[in-house]
Nanobody, 127 residues
Framework: QVQLVESGGGLVQAGGSLRLSCVASGRTFRLYNMGWFRQAPGKEREFVAGIAWSGNNRYYADSVKGRFTISRDNAKSTVYLQMNSLKPEDTAVYLC????????????????????WGQGTQVTVSS
């Protein structure tokens, strides 16, 4: 059974930083692209960042480009999201997800392209 467990969320002031982690189990982590999404109350789930299985291809939402960095450590079956210069509008539950396709070269931005999800970790940015 595939499990994704996020950690690292919390309360931070605007301009601060957080690093999210997502540990995967039950699947050969290194074979699949991974993504980070977020969902604020009353809003749809939105793509934040994605990384290919090899780590060579990364893609970011325009709203976080230049502030967030996604990375992965296949030896630890972990994907990270380093978030800098946080803004109040970044407040949301952040979820990691595993792509449904093996060895894909393109990073998907639609939630429907991911078939396993974590429970999420809350990020709150105060002004």
């Amino acid at each position: 059974q595939v499990q994704l467990v996020e950690s690292g969320g919390g309360l931070v002031q605007a301009g601060g930083s957080l690093r999210l982690s997502c540990v995967a189990s039950g699947r050969t982590f290194r074979l699949y692209n991974m993504g980070w999404f977020r969902q604020a109350p009353g809003k749809e789930r939105e793509f934040v960042a994605g990384i290919a299985w090899s780590g060579n291809n990364r893609y970011y939402a325009d709203s976080v480009k230049g502030r967030f960095t996604i990375s992965r450590d296949n030896a630890k079956s972990t994907v990270y999201l380093q978030m800098n210069s946080l803004k109040p509008e970044d407040t949301a539950v952040y979820l990691c997800a595993s792509d449904s396709r093996l060895f894909s070269t393109d990073v998907q931005t639609a939630p429907s392209g991911y078939n396993y999800w974590g429970q999420g970790t809350q990020v709150t940015v105060s002004s």
